[in-house]
């Protein structure tokens, strides 16, 4: 990272983790700075880090491409053919963001090493303590970003020293296990470093801390171990006719060798230490989680921040919301997924809007099949034409300052402890071949509090991983979790390509091609160490 550019950075980055945002948006940029007179006292460090936090938050991350590209393209979302007709169709390469996640990974790890090598020189004016949180913070930061690189494009270069104008820009694809190393690594790093929830020196909300870096190692450990193994088989609920489909468990390219046996036992104990840690709860209440009210408490472990009125706000309430600018959103759950709940599950009983008023003035009810419930409601009758109206629209992005506008205060969920009871459930299954006591009271903890019936007694191994799997998808539908689960277990394209053309004529077809997303042309013309893109592109 060139250093003219800091204040350009920490300037938009002051608000990152939206404490005295309003204030901060105000401040005049200096015209440069460097090392020398930048990175003197815990104020610069603090701004460095936030610095970090920033691109989260820019139009190569979250304002659209980053979601855009994972949240889409899964067999559970249907939505405007205009919307999904490029990544949620198959076809990345249409889509104007295509670039977005490696260009704004790669800027995360830029400014992370930053961080690392300058805050570290800082003696004096800075409180030791909260030195170490963000040196942390900056450990943390880069390995979620390689996380989500090599997820989406295999292996990437290796860069852990940051840019400047003498530096090597040429550095080859490091194989996906190294990449894997060096994320262990930094997690590892951060949890020693962070502070647990609620330390008076963890930092503002926004900031991660302890409890997500043990989060997020344990989501690493559970990644390899799936993508490595080599046996056994997944059944699925899918296809033109919604049926149950067994897929043979195949390993991901790239993870051949791995010791999965170890690396389930690593995301098993590294979940109940974080459950056994006592340090967030689950929500009575399911619907609850989405509140505003609710943001940054019990399970909302790490969020994307945003702030009505202010620079940091996202479309994603205008796009998965039912009302919206458009006229409706353009992303909803697919009527299949819909069939997948129980009847008063509270996560399409309550998690999905059944009623509302489109920006046109009609009042349209979803789902047609169930007019009984929802098509005459205090006085008001209700509409659905069997066909096209029949949207799945979900509260979660719905709970914003003001709904009329395109862009808006939305939180997008990045870890919620949900997540830890079912790494721990899938995990047990299968250090165990089958399920224990415990990982059925884990699973269950999160299936019954949805109001959903407990897990069947009984399971055997492959019974008790599809329905962990399955859980997955139903309390994170929309989060951008489905696709990487079905790409760790090697079963992506035999479960897209089931289903062939989805609902609203959204074509889920795949080739070998899409289990990688194209590296970009600018990186591939100017790192001469990566000769070629990733298979297809």
């Not at 979940?271 to 989680?289: C, G, P, Q, S, T």
């Not at 069939?339 to 008023?357: F, M, S």
Request: charged share 20%.
């Amino acid at each position: 990272m060139k250093l003219k550019y800091i204040k350009a950075i920490v300037f938009l980055s002051s608000c990152a983790i939206l404490a005295s945002c309003e204030k901060q948006l105000t401040e005049k940029p200096f015209s440069f700075l460097t090392p020398n007179n930048f990175y003197l006292n815990e104020s610069d460090a603090r701004t460095a880090i936030n610095g970090v936090y920033a691109e989260l938050y820019s139009w190569d991350m979250y304002m659209q491409p980053f979601w855009n590209l994972n949240i889409l393209d899964d067999d559970h979302v249907s939505g405007a053919d205009w919307f999904l007709g490029t990544s949620g169709a198959g076809n990345p390469m249409g889509y104007w963001g295509v670039d977005g996640p490696w260009n704004g990974c790669f800027k995360i790890i830029s400014r992370a090493n930053t961080v690392l090598e300058n805050v570290t020189l800082i003696n004096t004016d800075i409180d030791h303590e909260v030195k170490g949180r963000i040196l942390g913070e900056a450990y943390f930061l880069r390995a979620w970003a390689y996380f989500q690189l090599v997820q989406m494009y295999g292996g990437v270069p290796i860069r852990t020293e940051s840019l400047s104008a003498n530096s090597n820009q040429n550095v080859p694809r490091a194989k996906i296990v190294d990449n894997y190393e060096l994320i262990v690594e930094d997690l590892k790093k951060a949890e020693q470093m962070l502070f647990p929830v609620g330390h008076a020196k963890a930092g503002e909300p926004g900031r991660v801390n302890r409890g997500v870096a043990k989060g997020f190692l344990a989501k690493v450990y559970l990644t390899i171990a799936s993508a490595g193994l080599a046996n056994g088989s997944v059944t699925v609920r899918g296809g033109q006719d919604n049926g149950y489909y067994t897929y043979p468990k195949k390993v991901v390219a790239g993870f051949e060798g791995v010791d999965s046996n170890k690396y389930f036992q690593l995301a098993a104990d590294k979940a109940l230490e974080l459950i056994n840690d006592e340090e967030y709860e689950l929500f009575d209440n399911w619907e609850n989680i989405w509140s505003m009210a609710s943001r940054n408490t019990k399970e909302n472990m790490w969020q994307l921040q945003s702030l009505a009125g202010s620079a940091f706000v996202n479309n994603l309430h205008n796009y998965f919301n039912a009302r919206s600018t458009f006229g409706t959103g353009a992303v909803w759950l697919s009527n299949n997924h819909y069939k997948d709940y129980e009847e008063n599950d509270h996560r399409v009983l309550k998690g999905i809007t059944h009623n509302y008023q489109a920006l046109n003035g009609v009042y349209v009810f979803y789902p047609s099949w169930e007019a009984s419930k929802y098509k005459n409601l205090n006085g008001i009758t209700y509409n659905n034409n069997g066909t096209t109206s029949d949207k799945a629209y979900t509260i979660k992005y719905a709970s914003v300052t003001n709904p009329d506008l395109a862009n808006s205060d939305a939180y997008l969920p990045l870890l919620r402890y949900a997540e830890i009871y079912l790494i721990y459930a899938e995990a047990a299954n299968e250090v165990h071949h089958g399920p224990t006591v415990e990982a059925y009271r884990k699973l269950n903890k999160v299936v019954e509090r949805a109001k959903a019936t407990a897990a069947p007694a009984g399971m055997n191994q492959q019974e008790f991983r599809s329905f962990v799997l399955a859980e997955r998808a139903r309390e994170f539908a929309l989060e951008g979790v489905r696709k990487f689960d079905l790409l760790r277990w090697g079963i992506y394209l035999d479960v897209m390509n089931k289903i062939s053309l989805g609902q609203n004529n959204i074509s889920k077809i795949r080739t070998q091609k899409n289990l990688l997303m194209p590296i970009p042309l600018d990186e591939i013309n100017s790192n001469t160490m990566i000769k070629e893109n990733n298979p297809g592109w």
